[in-house]
């Protein structure tokens, strides 16, 4: 018998593929409905839209052989993973027990937290999941495109739930996106989540084509050439505006104590690391996405036909994740650059960002340009100072925080006086 290939990825899974308990106007995923039910009939003989007993066990099985890592993380995700059920995780943990063979396992759980209760609560204390949160910080905002199925706001019962994770000492982060509603918000946003109590945040920007003008023919994500974007998508500089707004306020006095992913993300490049999210690797590719009756898709922005990369109950799963086509997949985001992206000063920073936002045509190029360009340029010139004062006072041996007092005094000093 040959020994399973081992590598190091991640993958999300949706055990309630598209289904959810909201219905967000900007949620990407809620088209996929009529793509994956389509009829057909999954190699298990699965349905569509829930994972079976028997598909959880053999993808937790699967996953765990197919890393050569000590720890190994299990990330849920949606639609809406609490419509799988409560018992659905507790067969998840039992089965992550039976399968672990001395390997350290753990659990991340995104949601939109309307069906956390207490039950949820105090499984996720006991079995120390990391939840993150989908909440837009500020109510108006929120409730603007955050609505239940109903048409009803939800920005209270989401504060609800995250008071019910503090009560129980339930680990939290929170996920906002960043839309035409609140890109020129970013202070106030930042001040709304850390007063709910979030120490991690992460920030998304919208971006997405009007269905109409998506070429669905071939089965690939291809905009047409003059597409226009929907109208809850961020402006182009609208994204830059908010995080570096962001940035200022974190930057006085929450070095070390509030962590917002893209900071810590541009600090690791600054120290010669890896970037910590996929918008700045150099490649991408390492973020795969398991729906519900097994298919494996090669990102969660990709689950269309022609990004599908097989099914784990006839194909291993890291022979999936290490196919050529996989590979093709990942190495596309470097190799399909504009001219003035490759000689961009930043490029080294974000190497042409996320390649689905690659939607803006420039005259004499082959491929097109990033359309969050000009916001990428503005966060990492705007950052770069203290990127690297923290970057030379963590090579001396110090910490992150301790540039903030200089920080301080440099702007006192420029003030007029």
């Known amino acids: 018998m040959k020994p399973t290939q081992q590598a190091r990825f991640?993958?999300?899974?949706?055990?309630?593929?598209?289904?959810?308990?909201?219905?967000?106007?900007?949620?990407?995923?809620?088209?996929?409905?009529?793509?994956?039910?389509?009829?057909?009939?999954?190699?298990?003989?699965?349905?569509?839209?829930?994972?079976?007993?028997?598909?959880?066990?053999?993808y937790v099985r699967d996953y765990i052989r197919s890393q050569d890592a000590d720890t190994i993380d299990f990330a849920w995700q949606g639609?809406?993973?609490t419509l799988a059920g409560l018992a659905f995780y507790e067969s998840v943990v039992k089965y992550q027990a039976q399968y672990a063979n001395g390997k350290t396992i753990t659990n991340s759980f995104q949601t939109n937290a309307i069906a956390i209760n207490r039950q949820w609560a105090a499984f996720f204390k006991q079995h120390n999941f990391l939840i993150g949160v989908s909440i837009?910080?500020?109510?108006?905002?929120?409730?603007?495109?955050?609505?239940?199925?109903n048409g009803r706001p939800t920005f209270e019962r989401v504060k609800q739930a995250i008071d019910l994770l503090k009560e129980?000492?339930?680990?939290?982060?929170?996920?906002?996106?960043?839309?035409?509603?609140?890109?020129?918000?970013?202070?106030?946003?930042?001040?709304a989540l850390k007063q709910l109590g979030a120490e991690f945040m992460q920030f998304i920007p919208i971006v997405e084509v009007e269905p109409s003008c998506q070429s669905a023919d071939s089965?690939?994500?291809?905009?047409?050439?003059?597409?226009?974007?929907?109208?809850?998508?961020?402006?182009?500089?609208?994204?830059?505006?908010?995080?570096?707004?962001?940035?200022?306020e974190w930057v006085k006095e929450d070095v070390g104590r509030i962590f917002v992913r893209m900071?810590?993300?541009?600090?690791?490049?600054?120290?010669?690391?890896?970037?910590?999210v996929c918008v700045q690797s150099k490649e991408c590719?390492?973020?795969?996405?398991?729906?519900?009756?097994?298919?494996?898709?090669?990102?969660?922005?990709?689950?269309?036909?022609?990004?599908?990369?097989?099914?784990?109950?006839?194909?291993?799963?890291?022979?999936?994740?290490?196919?050529?086509?996989?590979?093709?997949f990942g190495k596309a985001k470097h190799s399909k650059l504009t001219t003035q992206c490759q000689q961009c000063d930043v490029h080294a920073l974000c190497y042409g960002?996320?390649?689905?936002?690659?939607?803006?045509?420039?005259?004499?190029?082959?491929?097109?340009?990033?359309?969050?360009?000009?916001?990428?340029?503005?966060?990492?010139?705007?950052?770069?100072?203290?990127?690297?004062?923290?970057?030379?006072?963590?090579?001396?041996?110090?910490?992150?925080?301790?540039?903030?007092?200089?920080?301080?005094?440099?702007?006192?000093?420029?003030?007029p006086r």
């Open 219 to 248: 089965g690939h994500y291809t905009p047409t050439p003059t597409a226009t974007l929907a109208p809850f998508s961020v402006p182009a500089d609208g994204y830059g505006q908010f995080m570096t707004d962001v940035f200022d």
């Open 168 to 191: 129980y000492q339930v680990e939290f982060n929170t996920l906002t996106v960043i839309n035409d509603k609140n890109w020129h918000r970013g202070k106030e946003t930042y001040h």
């Open 136 to 149: 837009d910080g500020v109510a108006e905002v929120h409730d603007q495109y955050r609505i239940s199925v």
């Open 10 to 58: 991640h993958m999300m899974a949706k055990p309630a593929s598209y289904r959810c308990n909201l219905k967000c106007d900007y949620c990407f995923y809620l088209e996929k409905e009529t793509m994956l039910d389509n009829g057909e009939a999954t190699p298990a003989g699965m349905s569509s839209d829930r994972m079976s007993d028997g598909m959880l066990k053999r």
């Open 79 to 81: 639609g809406e993973p």
């Open 285 to 328: 590719g390492q973020a795969m996405i398991l729906e519900a009756n097994g298919d494996m898709y090669s990102c969660d922005h990709y689950v269309y036909p022609a990004n599908k990369l097989g099914n784990i109950a006839t194909t291993n799963i890291a022979a999936l994740a290490t196919s050529k086509q996989q590979q093709r």
């Open 353 to 415: 960002g996320c390649p689905k936002h690659r939607i803006t045509p420039i005259s004499g190029e082959k491929h097109k340009q990033n359309y969050l360009c000009s916001s990428y340029q503005r966060i990492f010139h705007h950052t770069a100072p203290a990127m690297h004062l923290m970057s030379q006072e963590i090579q001396r041996g110090g910490v992150a925080a301790s540039v903030m007092p200089i920080l301080k005094n440099l702007k006192h000093s420029e003030q």
């Open 263 to 276: 900071f810590d993300s541009i600090l690791a490049t600054w120290m010669g690391y890896p970037a910590s």
